[in-house]
């Protein structure tokens, strides 16, 4: 049977260093505060930011909560963010996704400061070797990591071309030499594409999409879908079961990626506000 890959060890690890890294700043007089800002009242939505605004309180980071009404205005939005860029005393800005269908997202998360931007979704076409990265797909390369598996020289797979998880994976794929195909939903044949990967990352959002003749013998698989079975419990898109035996390293759904992402945006948040003090502090 492949190795489990869990989530929660390896991101309790990366917040006992966050935690430290933030005791050491706020010891500096550094400012070190996450603005979080929800529009209207997603569900989910409201959980994720909740569990931030938990992480943040629990690593030692100051966070703020903005949420505002789903009839909130392009411009007003614009303004907050603009606020929050000339507030010193914050250094990270996060607005939650999605956004209300009226608000462009992405003139939205453009006008971050991108030396606060801790979820990192300005940097994606450009991406260098010290930016912030996305969370999710920075999370699931410390998994990889974690595993002492190299990513250079490998096939890597991306299922899913989202601009939060499936493009930046690929990106950050491609910046660790790995071999790179990034496959939607107009791939054809998806089984003969995801039999090449040496490295099979899914993120879809369809359960059992990917069934054990599409995956090659001894391949490391990512799955970080979320979805729900006929019962209601969490399940992701990889046919689990079946693939354990066929794969060295396969993460579970739940409790694989999941942990990873919330632990990087800290990571993110406690980076962006060593850098912006560095800045203001030169040596
Ligand atoms: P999106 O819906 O934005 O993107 C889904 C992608 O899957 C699209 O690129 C789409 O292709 C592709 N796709 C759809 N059907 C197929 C198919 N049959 N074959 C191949 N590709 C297909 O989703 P997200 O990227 O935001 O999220 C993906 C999943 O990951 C969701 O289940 C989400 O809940 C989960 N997630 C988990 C996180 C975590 O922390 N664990 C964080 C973020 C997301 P096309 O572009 O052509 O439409």
Redesign the pocket.
């Known amino acids: 049977m492949g190795v489990i890959v869990k989530g929660k060890p390896v991101a309790d690890a990366l917040l006992a260093r966050v935690q430290a890294d933030a005791r050491m700043l706020v010891e500096k007089g550094a400012p070190l505060c996450l603005a979080v800002i929800l529009v209207g009242d997603d569900a989910a939505s409201q959980i994720y930011v909740g569990k931030k605004h938990e992480t943040c309180a629990k690593v030692g980071i100051e966070s703020r909560m903005y949420h505002l009404p789903a009839t909130t205005s392009q411009e007003s939005l614009l303004d907050l963010i603009q606020t929050l860029n000339e507030d010193k005393k914050v250094t990270g800005i996060l607005v939650q996704l999605p956004l209300p269908a009226h608000i462009h997202a992405r003139q939205i998360l453009r006008s971050i400061d991108t030396h606060k931007d801790v979820d990192a979704f300005s940097m994606l076409l450009d991406m260098s070797g010290d930016d912030l990265v996305p ?2 797909a920075g ?1 699931i390369l410390e998994l990889i990591h974690s595993t002492g598996v190299q990513v250079a020289g490998k096939n890597c797979v991306v ?8 493009k930046p994976m690929a990106m950050l794929l491609l910046q660790e030499n790995g071999t790179v195909t990034i ?5 054809v044949d ?1 089984g003969e594409k995801t039999k090449q990967a040496d490295i099979l990352i899914v ?4 359960k059992k ?1 990917i069934t054990a003749d599409m995956v090659k013998d001894g391949a490391f698989v990512v799955d ?4 729900r079975d006929g019962e209601g419990k969490l399940c ?2 990889v046919d689990f079961e079946a693939i354990k035996d066929k794969a060295s390293y396969i993460t579970p ?1 739940p409790g ?3 942990p ?2 919330i632990a990087m945006l800290m990571v993110n948040t406690v980076e962006a506000a060593k850098r912006q003090f560095a800045a203001a502090h030169p040596e």
């Open positions: 969370c999710t999370g299922v899913g071309r989202s601009n939060i998880v499936g496959c939607h939903s107009g791939t998806l993120a879809v959002g369809k999409l970080i879908g979320m979805n992701g898109d759904v694989g990626v999941g990873m992402t």
